[in-house]
């Protein structure tokens, strides 16, 4: 065989090598309808993608380029935000409406394109648009690149559990009533599983999922809560699951009886099923986790686990067997909470490291809470001695402007839009987890912090008592930071420092700022765009619990933020 023909066919292999290495192309639509559903024998019109709730799957694996056509036809605006996706240089594709875009409004289409880089494992996208994600949301679901295996027990199959909350009323109807009056908003009537409420409420028997294993088996349950407002506990009765992933970055495997999630997270566990036919069926149920002053939803959803039967006649049918329920955290365990996110280890492998920022350019301090703003003139408002509940970080009650962050910043047209001053530090200190001060009310405005390219960033949120200490679960878009450490009670900048985890600390998008205590994160400003950072709870976000991060373009060409696209949504 000649030289050039060896050269051929190795240039030929390599480059289907190259192909295999830099992930395929995926399409879908996405279709923004309106359907009927009934659920708790209430019967609803309910805006979803392709008239399914939850959402599809969005199924590729790290490395592979998505686009995803979101074509809008019902009348809200609408956008979708890819939740934990880091977006390198796509800031345009990540969705938070005035934030990196305008909505897609009525009949007209947005092309979201960005790629999955350095990512495997669960994710999810929603809605970014008021509380129009209760029913507008799915799975990511990364696989492993093409050739490559898990870091743990390949699993026999593999399942989503989806938690939600169900409303009788339209949600976009609660909120606009609880921001018109100042008030604390209507709980929602029901959690659910993949969509399902489960037989512990009224009339929703048939509607609870069942999940059928096989003895002697592993699952991969891939858990994501999609709940508008609320962080759930989740335990499955007489098992014990294996945590291998969270947010999409393995962790040092633990095995748990109860989990704990915050809306916005993900965490993929191992369900090791029983070696023979138990005999029994077993619930698998959620319930709240809720440390603040107000109203929440406190039911509890359920789901079956159901084992296959057997083909043998010795054995009493399915409805007649015993049923087991698992036991769960009283709703305000603060203790149960701390436990189990202390308990939570980045894999840091060789293979998977934690790539800790060991310096810090740029510490800041952030308070996160609630609060209160004057009540409009000749009005009566529900909020705290007449006022309306509003909700802040270091004070700032964040306004979303009605055109787009990133556009502004991009063209260089931030006059009137946004200003860089939002604070490093809270602008009135005091005893933040004591006695609340006696003006409450907090100031309104749309403030960024700028950030040079490459910086490393340590932030430590603190919770406050103004109104109640209540668990936040503070969301980054654009990046995954490193929980370095977690206490009670107020920060101490001389003491708590030495404590914090530098090795192998959890690496997440989404964390809850504990209930009258703080976390310290870092993260690498890596990403040039500009990044919204907000509770989600999505009532606090409403409130105003939210600010935004502008990280400026590095030198050299790879480290900037493209043009954006053509078919950009216009405002």
């Known amino acids: 065989m000649s030289f050039q023909n060896q050269l051929f066919i190795f240039c030929t292999l390599l480059l289907g090598f190259l192909k295999l290495a830099e992930g395929k192309t995926r399409h879908y639509t996405f279709h923004i309808d309106s359907h009927n559903m009934t659920r708790l024998c209430h019967t609803r019109s309910v805006l979803s993608v392709n008239k399914q709730y939850p959402g599809p799957p969005l199924v590729a694996r790290e490395g592979d380029n998505i686009l995803v056509k979101v074509v809008n036809h019902v009348a809200a605006n609408v956008t979708i935000h890819w939740h934990g996706v880091r977006q390198l240089r796509t800031g345009w594709a990540d969705g938070p409406a005035y934030v990196t875009q305008c909505p897609i409004q009525t009949n007209q289409s947005f092309t979201y394109n960005f790629t999955l880089t350095g990512q495997r494992g669960t994710l999810l996208w929603h809605a970014h648009v008021s509380w ?51 008030g604390g908003p209507n709980v929602s009537d029901a959690y659910t599983i993949n969509g399902l409420p489960g037989p512990l409420y009224n009339c929703s028997s048939k509607d609870t999922f069942k999940l059928k294993v096989k003895p002697g088996k592993t699952y991969l349950l891939r858990l994501i809560n999609a709940a508008l407002n609320d962080e759930l506990f989740f335990s499955i009765a007489n098992h014990t699951v294996t945590v291998v992933e969270v947010d999409a970055v393995y962790t040092k495997p633990f095995s748990a009886g109860c989990l704990h ?35 929440f939803d406190n039911s509890t959803v359920a789901g079956i686990l159901e084992y296959e039967h057997p083909k043998s006649s010795n054995y009493p049918p399915l409805k007649k067997l015993p049923q087991y329920k698992p036991t769960l955290p009283p709703m305000n365990s603060t203790g149960f909470v701390a436990k189990f996110t202390g308990q939570l280890r980045s894999l840091a492998s060789a293979k998977f490291p934690a790539n800790v920022p060991q310096k810090v350019d740029r510490k800041f301090f952030f308070t996160v809470g609630l609060g209160t703003s004057p009540c409009p003139k000749n009005t009566t408002c529900q909020g705290p001695n007449g006022t309306k509940f509003a909700a802040s970080v270091n004070n700032i009650s964040f306004v979303l402007p009605s055109v787009a962050l990133l556009q502004a910043h991009f063209f260089g047209q931030s006059n009137g839009v946004y200003t860089t001053d939002f604070p490093t530090n809270p602008p009135v200190q005091f005893n933040y987890t004591g006695t609340p001060p006696n003006n409450t009310m907090v100031t309104n405005g749309t403030k960024t912090v700028v950030l040079a390219y490459n910086t490393s960033v340590e932030l430590v949120m603190q919770d406050t008592s103004i109104l109640g200490t209540e668990s936040h679960a503070l969301h980054l878009h654009g990046f995954n930071f490193f929980v370095v450490g977690q206490g009670s009670g107020n920060y101490n900048p001389n003491k708590d420092p030495a404590k914090f985890n530098l090795v192998d600390p959890i690496e997440r998008n989404t964390f809850g700022v504990p209930s009258g205590g703080w976390v310290a994160i870092r993260f690498l400003a890596d990403n040039p765009g500009v990044w919204f950072m907000h509770c989600h709870l999505d009532v606090h976000t409403s409130w105003g619990l939210k600010m935004a991060w502008i990280v400026l373009d590095g030198p050299q060409p790879n480290q900037k933020l493209p043009p954006p696209p053509s078919d950009l949504p216009k405002c």
């Open 261 to 295: 999630l915050t809306p916005g997270q993900t965490m993929n566990v191992l369900l090791k099923t029983k070696t023979d036919f138990p005999n029994s069926t077993f619930l698998m149920a959620a319930w709240p986790y809720f440390t603040g002053m107000g109203t």
């Open 132 to 182: 129009l994600r209760s029913s507008i949301h799915g799975p990511i679901i990364i696989l492993p690149k093409r050739n490559e295996s898990y870091p743990f027990e390949k699993p026999y199959k593999e399942v989503p559990i989806i938690f939600g909350e169900w409303f009788n009323v339209d949600p976009e109807a609660v909120i606009a009533q609880a921001l018109q009056s100042g």
